[in-house]
C-alpha cells in the first residue's frame, strides 16, 4: 500500500513538473501585456507626457509574433520611446528587431545596449543564476553597430555613456545613460552632473539596474529611471516573486515602479519581452512592455 502510494505520489508530481514546464514554455512566455503606470515627476500643472518602455527583447529571427505585437504599439502614439537593451540573440536578429521596431522609428527615442547585443547567448546552467560571482562568458558577436546606425539613422538618442537633451511632448527632456554594467562597459565619470534647471523632465537610462549607478543618477537629480536586464525574475514564486535579479538590484525591486531609496527619482524595471534562448520559459513572470504616463507630482 505504501509503494503504491508513493508511486501514484511521484507520477502526479512528475505530472505537474511536466504540466508546469509546458505551460511556462509554450504559453506564458507568448502572453505579451501591456503594463500602465502613472510617475508623478512632472511639475504642476503639465500636461501628462507618455514613455513606451521596451526592453530585453533577446530576439530570434522566428519570433513573428513577438515582432508583430511590439510593432503593434505604434498606435498607442507614445510621446517617447526609451529601449534599454539586450534586442538581439541571433547573429541574424536585426531584421526581426527592425520588423518590432520599425514603426515607433518614427517618434521621438532614446536607447542604451545590454550585454546580449555585444555577444550571443551561451548554454548556462539556470541554477548558476543564484551564484553571485559566476564567470560571465561570452558567445558569438552580434551585429550591435548595423542596429546602432539604423537607431541613430532614425534620430534616436545613444545614451552609452552619454548625455543629450531632446524635444518630446513639447517638452525639453535631459537623458542620461551608461553601457552595459553588467559587462562593465559603464563609465557615469563620463556624463556626471547635476541636471539642468532648464529641462522640464530628465531621465536616466542603464540595462541593468546595479545601484551604485542608480545611486549616481538619483545624487544628480534625474527624476527617472529606465532599466532592464532582470526579466523580472523570469520564473517567479506566486505569493513570493522574484528569486533572483541576475543583479544587485534587491528582489523586491525586481520589476515594476518603486521609489529610488535615498531620494526623489522614480526607478521602473521592465521585466522585458524575452527569454535567454537555452531557457525559453517564463512562470508568474509574463514577458511586458510597459506605458508609464508622467504626470504633475
Known sequence: MRKRTLFRL???TAALGAATLAYASL??????????????????????LRILHLSDLHMTPDQERKQRWVASLAALDPDLVVVTGDNMA????????LRAL??????PGAFVFGSNDYTGPVWKNPFS??????????????????????????????????????????????????DDPHIERDDYSLVAGAVAETADLSIGLTHSPEPRVLDEMAADGFDLLLAGHTHGGQVCVPGVGALVTNCELPRAMAKGLHRWPGSDSWLHV?????????????????????ILTLIPR
Not at 90 to 97: C, E, L, N, Y
Not at 102 to 107: F, K
Open 102 to 107: 520599425q514603426p515607433l522609428l518614427d517618434h
Open 10 to 12: 511521484a507520477t502526479a
Open 270 to 290: 521592465s521585466a522585458g519581452l524575452g527569454t535567454h534562448p537555452t531557457a525559453p520559459v517564463r512562470f508568474a513572470c509574463r514577458p511586458e512592455a510597459s
Open 90 to 97: 541571433h547573429p541574424d536578429a536585426v531584421p526581426g528587431v
Open 27 to 48: 504559453v506564458e512566455r507568448n502572453m505579451f501585456t501591456l503594463r500602465r503606470y502613472d510617475v508623478p515627476v512632472l511639475p504642476a500643472d503639465a500636461e501628462p
Open 129 to 178: 543564476y543564484f551564484l553571485p560571482d559566476r564567470e560571465y562568458a561570452e558567445g558569438v558577436a552580434l551585429p550591435y553597430e548595423e542596429l546602432r546606425s539604423v537607431f541613430t539613422g532614425a534620430g534616436w538618442a545613444d545614451l552609452n555613456n552619454s548625455r543629450t537633451t531632446i524635444k518630446a511632448g513639447g517638452r525639453l527632456v535631459e537623458l542620461v545613460g551608461v
